[in-house]
């Protein structure tokens, strides 16, 4: 099993609508969790990050956790084409791992006009 | 600009050519990571940096790679005997305990 796994794509909405990303994690040791936005070519950019379980919102975006089911998730609400990109689950473990992040396999969103 | 620095952007080289890839972290994060990404993957971890100190290195850096960051500002990466498996983009980020990890624009190494 893969330490973190996203859902596969791609993933396809019309503008406006909500979009739903989803990623599940194996290692209850992990305490932290973000989401990355890569345009093709370009580095991944933070979009957010959550800590604690339940929700956590910022603009148009709501990231959930629920670590007794070791999910995390990213919802996106009025979906724009500028939206379309591979998203990026990363955790975060406690302790001596210093903070390096593991990331899943990303998952390709587009959002058409 | 006070974003993740990274240079080169882009370097093709030959099979078995050395090269060197610097990062220049945001001023302020003692904290330095380096990840490789393939393409269609997530970034993999490398190595990590606190302050000037290598305190951990990932079972992916084989011996032809090595990390500095010989005065806890810049960093730079060389691999030795470059093989087309190393083709790859190279990315770095910076952060601070307990904040999150921004990364640069990355290198992409390409291997003819």
């Known amino acids: 099993q893969k330490e973190v796994e996203q859902n596969s794509g791609p993933l396809s909405v019309p503008e406006g609508a909500i979009a739903s990303l989803n990623c599940t994690y194996s290692?209850?040791?992990?305490?932290?969790f973000f989401w990355y936005r890569q345009y093709s070519g370009k580095s991944p950019e933070l979009i957010m990050f959550?800590?604690?379980?339940g929700d956590k919102e910022d603009g148009r975006f709501t990231a959930q956790l629920n670590k007794a089911s070791q999910y995390v998730s990213l919802l996106i609400r009025d979906s724009q084409p500028s939206d379309s990109a591979t998203y990026l689950c990363?955790?975060?473990?406690?302790?001596?791992?210093?903070?390096?992040?593991?990331f899943g396999q990303g998952t390709i969103l587009t959002v058409h006009p | 600009d006070t974003g993740v620095s990274q240079n080169p952007r882009h370097k093709i080289t030959k099979r078995g050519q050395n090269v060197t890839f610097r990062c220049d972290p945001i001023?302020?994060?003692?904290?330095l990571y380096w990840y490789r990404q393939t393409l269609g993957q997530g970034p993999e971890f490398l190595t990590y940096?606190?302050?000037?100190?290598?305190?951990?290195k990932s079972r992916l850096l084989s011996d032809r790679f090595s990390a500095e960051r010989p005065k806890g500002s810049f960093s730079t990466l060389e691999i030795q005997r470059t093989e087309q498996g190393d083709s790859a983009m190279y990315l770095c980020?910076?952060?601070?305990?307990?904040?999150?990890?921004?990364f640069g624009d990355g290198t992409r190494l390409s291997i003819l």
């Open positions: 980020a910076s952060g601070r305990e307990n904040q999150p990890q921004h």
């Open positions: 290692d209850r040791g992990s305490q932290s």
């Open positions: 959550i800590y604690s379980n």
């Open positions: 990363a955790r975060q473990a406690g302790g001596t791992s210093y903070g390096k992040l593991t």
């Open positions: 001023s302020e994060h003692n904290r």
């Open positions: 940096f606190q302050n000037e100190a290598q305190l951990e």
